[in-house]
């Protein structure tokens, strides 16, 4: 297979979004328009429609000599053409080619009129579905878990933070109201989830592009160190700089917005230094683990049946 040259598949679709429409609206305002002109262009193999609510889509398959490039121009020009015949309410219409490598998933068949569709299925299961999931990438959810460890990092600082603010609020004769947990520290919990992943994503993506180029797990992830450290420390102190006005700030509503500053701002320091540290020690714990119980791994073998010669 890689020998097979990397082609497009000649599809075009066209996306058209019409809001508040129910089917059959959309059916006639816009999918028998739009299939009425673009019918007519040359080289279409198939051409296949779906209206539903709010949305219409259509299919059009060229024959494998038309250039797809092309072929996708032809149905942009035929689409424009008719787009003042279209509801104004509609959207724009959205013309895209398949690409050939936008859907990552294969499909493998297997038969045989020499064993049972039982034992067939036994042989998938225990010989080539474990050897699939050795590869790189398929269906993996340990890198995956690897960055989500960032949030209960995040976690330490956000409570830690409020706490200590509220102790010493206590220990002086100026209070600071509202430091637990409610609506606005809340909301910055909720923030914080997205804003501490990026640093572990940066760390575990970058060290899967050297691990696929053939370091290990170690010499990948001191790599992403060297590489990612100043990134990472830039857009935290960036992000704390933007949030320190709110977690120390006066005026009409201060008290309300203050904890969800302070929750934000611990947060991102507990989990940005921490991160540092932890993410690059799970990620090669993980990652050995995976390669040694890839290793251990012992499928069951069958008689396979050769495939019988072309004539």
Request: glycine share 6%; net charge neutral; aromatic share 4%.
């Amino acid at each position: 297979m890689r020998e097979l040259p990397d082609i497009d598949p000649p599809i075009v679709s066209v996306l058209t979004v019409y809001p508040g429409a129910n089917a059959s609206v959309v059916k006639t305002e816009v999918t028998e328009r739009l299939e009425e002109v673009i019918n007519n262009i040359e080289g279409i193999k198939t051409l296949t429609s779906q209206s539903r609510e709010e949305a219409s889509t259509i299919t059009v398959e060229f024959d494998l000599s038309r250039d797809i490039d092309q072929a996708a121009q032809d149905v942009r020009d035929r689409v424009a053409r008719v787009r003042g015949l279209l509801p104004t309410d509609i959207k724009e219409p959205i013309v895209a080619k398949q690409e050939a490598d936008a859907n990552p998933i294969i499909w493998i068949g297997v038969n045989s009129a020499r064993f049972t569709p039982l034992q067939m299925t036994t042989l998938a299961e225990r010989q080539i579905k474990n050897r699939l999931q050795t590869i790189k990438g398929v269906s993996s959810v340990i890198h995956p878990l690897t960055v989500m460890l960032a949030v209960p990092l995040a976690g330490v600082g956000a409570f830690g933070l409020l706490w200590l603010v509220n102790f010493i609020g206590t220990m002086t004769s100026h209070p600071v109201p509202a430091m637990n947990i409610n609506l606005f520290s809340q909301i910055g919990l909720v923030l914080l989830v997205g804003l501490v992943t990026k640093n572990s994503i940066l760390l575990v993506e970058f060290a899967n592009q050297q691990h696929e180029k053939g370091a290990n797990a170690h010499d990948a992830m001191v790599q992403t160190g060297l590489v990612r450290l100043r990134p990472i420390l830039m857009t935290a102190f960036c992000t704390i700089a933007g949030i320190l006005p709110i977690a120390i700030g006066f005026g009409a509503g201060a008290e309300s917005r203050r904890p969800m500053g302070v929750a934000v701002v611990g947060g991102i320091l507990t989990s940005t230094f921490l991160t540092l540290i932890i993410i690059p020690v799970v990620y090669t714990l993980f990652s050995d683990l995976t390669e040694k119980l890839g290793r251990k791994k012992t499928p069951a073998t069958y008689p396979v049946e050769p495939a019988p010669a072309a004539r």
